[in-house]
């Protein structure tokens, strides 16, 4: 199947993944035991566009093993490649290999699995469709997390896929990629459900008022960002009565409406492909080791999908979207492994939880050294320069 002047081949497909109760949960180190029950289904989600693939899991880490196993089985059915991201939801299982808890080889084993089958069903799902981009601001919803006076307010970002129709009318919505930066942490420690906390809702929303699509959400720079509580507020297993899944409805539910509502205008793109870059980050312990990434950029006419390893904060997207001033770039983070937290240099000096002590949590001989955001900025800019249409 060929594409037409002005679009490009589009799929999308859902996996779900079948998580027993007794399975140990990712997020939260205090959490006092493992799952008891699943409140949504955990779901790997696909979104094939031409030869290029996205994968999301509600999960709140993946190795970058994981994500490399991924990648040998999508190129082996013939597409040029795929991201495979993590929604980061801390209502999730443990799979990450050792990193953020007691690993489960088999749920591990299924979401692998699943994510696979999701990009081989979005890849024979594929029609002829025309993309549209979209943002919207003043959600309300996003907090710095570690400096509360500072105000941010990013953008829920939307591509949608509709199927080309005849005479070049626009048909149905295909397929919708949601991006917002914000810890999927809504739910917190006492929950012992499976869940894709807010990110589910606004996918069923979504999904609600476009029958017959596909929604799927990647969450963008979140490292020093959620919905208004400390990171050192999560260390309590008991919680404290407020993030329930009452208010993870809420949250959903105002981002859903802004993706609805929000305008969208024509992305003209004939082709979609995706460069990557490794990326070598130190860290901060004896011996002077290095952990090794890739920085991604997936280019679909003017628009650029940056996606990042580990918890970068939102700051560094910010800089990103600076280098392509006036053109739709959306910054994607917990992309192809997430090794741990990625502050800015400037961050460091003010010390805390993401700063300091998460490496522990990601098993992980250190934190990663000041400069190591700037790398992964510095190779996403030669990326943007060596395409051409950055």
Do not use: K
């Not at 943002?135 to 941010?152: C, F, L, M, S, Y």
């Not at 991006?179 to 606004?202: E, I, M, R």
């Not at 069923?204 to 969450?219: I, K």
């Amino acid at each position: 199947m060929t594409s037409g002047p002005g679009t490009v081949r589009a799929g999308a497909a859902v996996e779900l993944v079948d998580v027993p109760a007794g399975t140990p949960m990712a997020g939260f180190a205090a959490r006092l035991g493992p799952s008891t029950g699943v409140h949504d289904p955990l779901s790997v989600r696909a979104v094939v566009l031409d030869d290029v693939a996205l994968v999301t899991a509600d999960v709140c880490t993946l190795h970058e093993d994981s994500c490399a196993q991924v990648r040998r089985h999508v190129r082996a059915l013939g597409l040029e490649d795929v991201v495979v991201t993590a929604t980061h939801t801390h209502s999730g299982p443990c799979v990450g290999l050792g990193r953020a808890g007691e690993h489960d080889a088999v749920v591990h084993d299924r979401v692998v699995a699943a994510a696979v089958t999701a990009v081989d069903r979005a890849r024979r799902a594929q029609v002829p469709a025309t993309l549209e981009y979209g943002q919207a601001t003043g959600v309300d919803v996003a907090r710095n997390r570690r400096h509360p006076d500072r105000v941010i307010d990013p953008a829920v970002q939307t591509l949608h896929a509709r199927a080309a129709g005849e005479g070049g009318v626009p048909g149905d919505v295909v397929l919708t990629l949601v991006t917002y930066p914000c810890h999927p942490v809504v739910l917190d420690g006492a929950n012992t459900l499976v869940s894709a906390d807010y990110p589910g809702v606004v996918r069923d929303l979504v999904e609600q008022a476009t029958p017959g699509s596909v929604c799927v959400f990647a969450t963008g720079a979140a490292g020093d960002v959620n919905t208004g509580h400390s990171a050192e507020s999560s260390f309590t297993p008991t919680g404290d009565g407020r993030r329930t899944f009452a208010e993870a409805w809420r949250i959903g539910t105002v981002l859903a409406t802004a993706v609805t509502a929000s305008a969208t205008h024509p992305l003209p793109a004939d082709r979609v492909s995706l460069r990557s870059a490794e990326v070598v980050l130190p860290v901060d312990a004896d011996g002077h080791p290095t952990w090794t990434g890739r920085v991604t950029v997936l280019a679909a006419g003017p628009l650029r999908v940056v996606g990042l390893p580990g918890e970068p904060f939102l700051a560094t997207a910010e800089r990103i979207a600076a280098l392509r001033p006036g053109r739709p770039t959306v910054v994607l983070g917990y992309a192809d492994g997430v090794p741990g937290y990625l502050p800015v240099t400037e961050e460091y000096a003010h010390g805390g939880y993401e700063v300091r002590d998460a490496y522990r949590y990601y098993g992980m001989p250190g934190p990663f050294l000041p400069g190591a955001a700037e790398i992964l900025h510095d190779a996403v800019r030669r990326l943007l320069e060596e395409d051409g249409g950055g």
